[in-house]
C-alpha cells in the first residue's frame, strides 16, 4: 500500500497550552525512563534481524506469514504479556505465479521481452495483447485526454508523478480502477525509482480479483519503451500471467495491557510483507518498533490509565484485510466506542514532529509533548505538519470516525527506492533510527494513555463524512468503492 513515512495516531485529545502545567512534569519523568531504557535495552533491531533471517518475507496466507504470526505471539510472551492473543480471520488472498510482457511495433512481430512483475490481485489468468496507449501519470485528466483513443488498450502509467507540482499523486489501484473505468484492457505501471527496480503492490482498491491484468516495469524500462513509442508507435504488448487466489487464514496479534479504565489506546503495525524480498522497512521497522514499545512499557511496570492494546495487523498489503476485520469485530460488540484512539505505525522512522492530521486542534496536545519530549531529547525538532490520508491501517479506523494524527518520521531516497521492491531487506534498517522510534512513539503513547480527560472524541457519521471532504479523501474513496455517504 502507499506509506507515508509517518506513524499515526487515533482518537480524542485533550486540548492544552504549549506551555507545561506542574501536573504535567510526570511526562518528562517517565519519558526519561522510557528514553533511558530503549537506549540500554531495546531488542527492535535484534528482532527485525533474526526474524528476517529465520523467516524471510511475511507474506499473508503463506508458511511465511504463519510463521511472523507465531514469532510475534512468542515474543510479546517473553516480553512478560499474559494477555495475548490471536485474532484469526478468513478471506480470499492473492499470490503471484508467472508473468511475462513482450513489446513490439505494431506494423512486427519481433516482440521484445520486458523485465515485470505482476500487481496484487490481477486476474488468475489472463492472455492478452494489445496497443499501448500512454496516459502519463494516470490521473483522471490524463485519462479524460485520451478517452477517445483508450477503450480496448493497454495503458501506460507512471506510479509516481513525473513533470508535474501542485498535484496530489492516486494511487496504483486507483490509476488501476480508472484504466477500467475508462474502458482499458490492461495497465502497465512504471517504477519512479531510478534503475531497474521492479515494484510490487496491490491494484485492487477493494482487495478482489480486478478485471485486468496490471504489471510494473522498472523506470529504465518504462523510458525506453516511451522512447520506442515516440520512433516506432504503435506498439503492441504481450501480456501472459497466471496467478493464485485461493481462501486463506491469517491472525492478527494482540497484547493488552490493562489500564484503569476500559477505555483503550490501540497502537498497531502491519507484520506483513510483499514476497520479493524480507520487507525490513515495509513494514518490519514498524510493527517490530510497536513490540518493543510492549517491552518497554512492560520493563517499566506501567500502569496506564485507560487500556493499552498493541496489534500486528496481518493482510494489509492485500487491502487492509487485518485492520478492516478488527475494526468489524470492534463494531459487532460495540467496542468502537471505547477506542479513544489509535497509533499507526507504518514505515515511521526516525521521528522529527507530529501531524495533526487534518484537526488543527490537536496542535496544542501535541506541542506540549513534543516539548516535553525535547527536554529529554534535545535533538527531537518537534515539528508540527498538519497532512491527512489514506491506505494504511488507520484507516478503517478514520472510516468510522475516530480522529486520526501522527509523528513524522523520514527514510533516505536510497531507502523508498526499495519500497515494495526486492532490495526491502534489512541491510537497510538503521539501527539508531530504528530505536528513535521506539523511543518517540513510547513517550507519545505514556502521554496518551494517561491524559487526564479527552476534549476530542469520535465523530458522528455526518462529521466524519465532512471530515473526509475537508481533506480532499473523497475522490480516492469513490474509486476505492468506500465511500458511503451517496453524491
Not at 93 to 121: K, Q
Not at 151 to 157: D, H, P, Q, W
Not at 270 to 275: A, K, N, R, T
Amino acid at each position: 500500500m502507499r506509506k507515508a513515512v509517518q506513524f499515526i495516531l487515533v482518537g480524542g485529545i485533550i486540548l492544552l497550552s504549549a506551555g507545561f502545567r506542574p501536573k504535567d512534569k510526570k511526562w518528562e519523568k517517565t519519558f526519561s525512563k522510557l528514553d533511558s531504557d530503549v537506549r540500554k535495552n531495546s531488542k527492535a533491531y535484534q528482532t527485525l534481524g533474526e526474524a528476517t533471517k529465520t523467516i524471510g518475507h511475511r507474506l499473508t496466507g503463506s508458511a511465511n506469514g504463519e510463521k511472523a504470526e507465531e514469532y510475534a505471539f512468542k515474543l510479546l510472551k517473553s516480553y512478560g504479556f499474559t494477555d495475548v492473543a490471536y485474532q484469526p480471520f478468513e478471506v480470499e488472498a492473492w499470490m503471484r505465479d508467472t508473468v511475462t510482457l513482450s513489446i513490439a511495433p505494431g506494423s512486427s512481430d519481433n516482440f521484445r521481452d520486458v523485465p515485470v512483475v505482476s500487481l496484487a490481485h490481477s486476474p488468475v489468468d489472463a492472455k492478452l495483447q494489445g496497443e499501448i496507449v500512454d496516459v502519463g501519470n494516470g490521473l483522471e485528466e490524463d485519462f479524460e485526454a485520451v478517452k477517445a483513443k483508450i477503450k480496448g488498450k493497454i495503458a501506460l502509467a507512471n506510479i509516481g508523478l513525473v513533470g508535474v507540482t501542485g498535484k496530489k499523486n492516486l494511487h496504483r489501484s486507483e490509476k488501476t480502477a480508472l484504466a477500467i473505468q475508462y474502458g482499458a484492457v490492461g495497465i502497465i505501471m512504471v517504477n519512479g525509482a531510478p534503475g531497474k527496480i521492479l515494484l510490487t503492490g496491490t491494484a485492487s482498491v477493494t482487495g478482489g480479483i480486478i478485471s485486468i491484468p496490471a504489471v510494473c516495469i522498472s523506470n529504465d524500462s518504462g523510458n525506453e519503451v516511451r522512447k520506442w513509442l515516440k520512433e516506432e508507435a504503435p506498439l503492441e504488448a504481450n501480456i501472459e500471467m497466471h496467478n493464485v487466489s485461493k481462501p486463506i487464514k491469517a491472525r492478527n496479534v494482540i497484547a493488552t495491557l490493562k489500564g484503569k479504565s476500559d477505555e483503550k489506546v490501540i497502537i498497531g503495525g502491519h507484520l506483513d510483507s510483499w514476497d520479493l524480498a524480507t520487507g525490513a522497512i515495509d513494514n518490519g521497522i514498524g510493527s517490530f518498533a510497536v513490540m518493543d514499545v510492549a517491552r518497554a512499557f512492560k520493563s517499566l511496570k506501567v500502569k496506564p490509565e485507560r487500556t493499552v492494546q498493541f496489534v500486528l495487523f496481518m493482510g494489509e498489503e492485500q487491502g487492509l484485510l487485518g485492520s478492516k476485520h478488527f475494526v468489524e469485530e470492534l463494531k459487532k460488540t460495540g467496542a468502537l466506542e471505547k477506542v479513544a484512539y489509535m497509533m499507526n505505525l507504518d514505515m515511521t522512522n526516525d521521528p522529527i514532529g507530529a501531524n495533526t492530521f487534518g484537526r488543527e486542534e490537536m496542535t496544542d496536545f501535541f506541542k506540549t509533548v513534543g516539548a516535553a519530549v525535547k527536554n529529554v531529547d534535545p535533538s527531537f525538532k518537534n515539528e508540527i505538519l498538519n497532512r491527512a490520508g489514506l491506505h494504511s491501517d488507520h484507516q478503517p479506523f478514520m472510516l468510522e470516525g475516530v480522529p486520526i494524527a501522527g509523528l513524522s518520521g523520514q527514510l533516505t531516497p536510497a531507502v523508498l527506492q526499495c519500497y515494495h521492491a526486492d532490495c526491502d531487506d534489512f541491510s537497510l534498517v538503521n539501527k539508531d533510527q530504528l530505536e528513535n522510534t521506539v523511543r518517540i512513539a513510547s513517550m507519545y503513547l505514556y502521554a496518551l494513555a494517561n491524559t487526564e480527560s479527552l476534549a476530542v472524541k469520535k465523530l458522528s457519521d455526518t462529521s466524519t463524512r465532512d471530515f473526509l471532504i475537508s481533506q480532499g479523501l473523497k475522490q480516492e474513496l469513490v474509486l476505492g468503492q468506500e465511500w458511503r455517504w451517496g453524491k
